[in-house]
């Protein structure tokens, strides 16, 4: 069975992040939330079984994304 694997647009000090779940750094960095939330997408849909995750910038959860493929 695949693990799925979670993508976390979050706030970051130079702007939006989008940053694997567990992962050690952000795999890019944007200055708004739009860029880094289809940056996010775009991973996600070339990638098995996996989710893009959208946080306010109070890190609470906005909206999520489900892709299978």
Not at 26 to 39: C, D, G, I, M, P
Request: hydrophobic share 30%; aromatic share 8%; no cysteine.
């Amino acid at each position: 069975m695949t693990q799925s694997k979670r993508y976390h647009v979050t706030p970051h000090d130079k702007g939006w992040q989008v940053k694997g779940e567990k992962a050690q750094r952000a795999n890019s960095l944007h200055s708004t939330k739009e860029e880094a939330v289809v940056f996010a997408k775009k991973l996600a849909r070339n990638t098995n079984s996996s989710q893009v995750i959208i946080h306010r910038k109070d890190g609470t959860i906005q909206n999520e994304f489900k892709y299978d493929q």
